[in-house]
């Protein structure tokens, strides 16, 4: 059976005084019902970009869709007119967007903003669109849900703005949710509540979710799948458990050292990745991980690798892959 | 080099001294409430927010503390008191032994010099129509410090190799950077007056593991260096242990648990810290598969309705009558830390 989401060598490039950028080139992947995925990788390396496509919301120009298609369902997004996608947005796809002040109008209550939507999407009375409103805030943890719909965007702290958007896009119970970077301003225990929310719903309602997080606990810990992108591109992908035991990508391995982490003793020093991120107007002939990677030879610096598979789902995009797991220090 | 060898040397903070040396920062009965107000337009104050009710602290020089807790618990109003962004409501911010509120113009002037923020959002933190040259000089320009822009651009340039960037990039524009190297920037103008004292209110928060922790490193490098006092708010408790000499927890405007950071993350006695410690992810799926979640049942009280007793009875697994009834007071427990809670036995004593 096709997956729910099946996203195929999407390309997405932006005109910009110093060039053109190609934000997202050639990026496949699939998103299951009933699962989670997630997208992690550099910043600027195209994940909110290749989320944004999805409902066609790059603005154009600068934007250009440059090739790829988005199937939902089999029917491909990126063909629809825009009274066709804005039938999808919000209502099948929901979308939490990575930051929450410029995805709230400032200007309207809280209130006002997620009774509108459930009265457009759900076509609810306005008495049971606010009943909802309550019942959606204090499911992700907002206490005082009649009280804080009478306030304004400004008026909330950063995390609780954010759980608002959650609370909208959980409204219209989609069967694909699109999260950039949803817990990022929250602390750890709404976090976890939000996450294990949104888990739930995937389980219980086989509701897909497509996750963008810095956050490699959280990808470990929901996460069914993986999606690793540098410069435009998907370096490595695989199942959750088997990327993190053998990661096959020395980008992946030097994201793994560079965290932090709760259950190792405290006072080794951070190791991350050396040299900059990749300049997306001057991108190199080969691998864009070359110029950081120590693994790199000749060929590395002539053509980017193809996506490889490795055996259980896993696939890497790297020449060197047999000599990263055979242990070789990246 | 790094800031935890010599955070090792220290002799077990004391809660109110920091480590050990004398305080460059404190907060004595820290209260910030803000007006709600009820109506349409012009409506009177109906209630208020307790952002901040009660918080003691202090920070030790060149001492880096973390503060962490629950959204909206008043981390960054504390921070915001501490710029001078936002007045008391009632009791006092003292830094270098004055109280800020008591500054003239030109006192408090030279307060902004020494006391420099940065902020979660490298994005709309700086101003878009001016080039790294321009944001990194301008606190010179206005304190007169370097009222030359041959120099204030020399001056530029040397901060941003501080910062670990090129100089080449003096003349791009913050949309021509990655996020990385904007908060570069933002950290670079924040260190332009050489500061004493910097507030990072989720300064790495935005940024992808790899930058994290290149800022990371600088910071602790720049401490090292430059003898710089850090309060380091953030929701991310893996960067926050590493980072912090040591670390305090809020509860919806409260502090809970102040120790050092070994001790807070080993051996955490306050049920909220319990609870927080708990919900971190681990990034390792195997770890993830094995470990309890305690996730906090129930909802975070509100602010403006803040439960009697201790305020997080109402999610709190052990507490009883005496918790609904009364304030538990930020008790010293021994070995340096305080805890507000009525069941938080001794510490245990260290191995
Ligand atoms: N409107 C635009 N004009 C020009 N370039 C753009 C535009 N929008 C995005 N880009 C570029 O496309 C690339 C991918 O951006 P994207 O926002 O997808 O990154 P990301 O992976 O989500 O990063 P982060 O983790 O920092 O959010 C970046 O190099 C960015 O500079
Ligand atoms: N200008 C304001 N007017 C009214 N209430 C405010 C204002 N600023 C902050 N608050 C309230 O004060 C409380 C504390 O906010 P603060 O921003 O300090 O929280 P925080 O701990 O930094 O949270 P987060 O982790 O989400 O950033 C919140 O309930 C917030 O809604
Ligand atoms: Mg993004
Ligand atoms: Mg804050």
Redesign the pocket.
């Known amino acids: 059976m096709a997956a729910l989401l099946e996203i195929r060598d999407l390309g997405v490039e932006f005109r910009t005084p110093a060039g053109v950028v190609k934000a997202v080139n050639g990026v496949s992947f699939d998103v299951g019902r009933g699962e989670v995925v997630a997208l992690v990788g550099e910043s600027g390396s195209g994940k909110s970009v290749t989320a944004l496509s999805v409902l066609q919301l790059i603005a154009q120009p600068p934007g250009r869709i440059a090739g790829g298609r988005v199937l939902f369902e089999g029917c491909d997004l990126l063909a629809l007119d825009e009274a066709a996608i804005r039938h999808v947005r919000g209502r099948r796809i929901a979308m939490v967007f990575q930051e929450p002040m410029t995805s709230l109008n400032p200007v309207l209550s809280i209130g006002r903003q997620m009774t509108e939507a459930l009265r457009l999407h759900l076509g609810l009375s306005a008495a049971a669109a606010r009943q909802r409103a309550v019942a959606l805030l204090d499911q992700v943890g907002i206490a005082e849900p009649q009280r804080r719909l009478r306030q304004y965007p400004?008026?909330?702290?950063?995390?609780?703005r954010q759980r608002v958007m959650i609370a909208m896009a959980l409204s219209c119970e989609p069967e694909l949710i699109i999260a950039d970077e949803p817990t990022t301003?929250?602390?750890v225990t709404i976090q976890a509540q939000i996450l294990e929310i949104m888990q739930d719903l995937c389980r219980r309602l086989g509701v897909a979710l497509l996750i963008i997080t810095h956050n490699l606990g959280i990808v470990a810990r929901y996460a069914d799948r993986v999606n690793v992108m540098y410069a435009g591109r998907i370096v490595e992908s695989g199942p959750a458990a088997a990327l993190y035991r053998r990661p096959a990508h020395p980008y992946t391995v030097g994201l793994l050292n560079s965290v932090p982490r709760l259950d190792r003793p405290r006072g080794r020093p951070l190791e991350p990745i050396p040299g900059s991120p990749p300049d997306l107007h001057l991108l190199p002939a080969g691998c864009a991980f070359a110029p950081r990677c120590s693994l790199a030879e000749a060929p590395c610096r002539i053509a980017p690798p193809p996506l490889r598979a490795l055996g259980d789902g896993q696939a890497s995009a790297c020449f060197e892959v047999e000599r990263l797991l055979a242990g070789v220090p990246a | 080099m790094s800031g935890r060898a010599q955070a090792g040397q220290a002799p077990a903070g004391q809660v109110q001294a920091g480590r050990g040396g004398e305080a460059l920062v404190e907060l004595r009965q820290l209260r910030k409430y803000?007006p709600?107000r009820g109506g349409i337009l012009f409506g009177r104050t109906v209630s208020q927010?307790k952002?901040?009710d009660g918080v003691s602290l202090s920070i030790g020089r060149s001492e880096t503390l973390g503060l962490v807790?629950?959204?909206?618990?008043?981390?960054?109003?504390?921070g915001r008191c501490l710029l001078k962004l936002e007045a008391p409501s009632a009791g006092q911010v003292i830094f270098d032994g004055q109280d800020i509120a008591g500054l003239d113009r030109s006192a408090t002037k030279a307060l902004r010099r020494r006391v420099q923020a940065v902020f979660q959002d490298p994005y709309s933190s700086l101003n878009p129509r001016m080039t790294v040259a321009e944001i990194v000089g301008e606190p010179l320009l206005v304190h007169g410090v370097e009222p030359g822009a041959a120099g204030r651009r020399r001056r530029a340039g040397q901060l941003l190799e501080l910062c670990g960037l090129s100089a080449r990039l003096i003349d791009r524009y913050p949309h021509e950077m990655s996020g990385g190297q904007r908060q570069r920037v933002g950290i670079a103008r924040a260190l332009a007056l050489r500061p004493d004292f910097v507030v990072c209110?989720?300064a790495v928060s935005a940024l992808d593991v790899s930058i994290q922790a290149q800022i990371v490193r600088l910071l602790e490098d720049l401490r090292a260096e430059l003898g710089l006092t850090y309060l380091f708010?953030g929701?991310d408790l893996s960067v926050v242990r590493h980072i912090s000499h040591r670390v305090a927890v809020?509860y919806l405007?409260h502090l809970v648990e102040v120790a050092d950071t070994d001790s807070l993350f080993d051996d955490p006695r306050h049920p909220y810290t319990q609870a927080l410690l708990s919900a971190v992810p681990v990034p390792d799926p195997e770890v993830e598969r094995h470990r309890p979640r305690r996730i906090v049942e129930g909802e975070i009280p509100s602010?403006m309705n803040p439960p009697p007793g201790c305020v997080f009875h109402t999610r709190c697994p052990l507490a009883d009558e005496v918790c609904r009834r009364q304030v538990p007071a930020l008790e010293p427990l021994g070995a340096g830390r305080a805890v507000a809670c009525f069941k938080a036995g001794p510490a245990a004593v260290p191995a």
Do not use: N, R, Y
């Open positions: 400004h008026q909330l702290s950063g995390g609780m301003a929250l602390d | 803000f709600v927010v952002a901040v807790g629950e959204s909206g618990c008043g981390k960054s109003t504390i209110d989720e708010i929701h809020m405007g602010p």
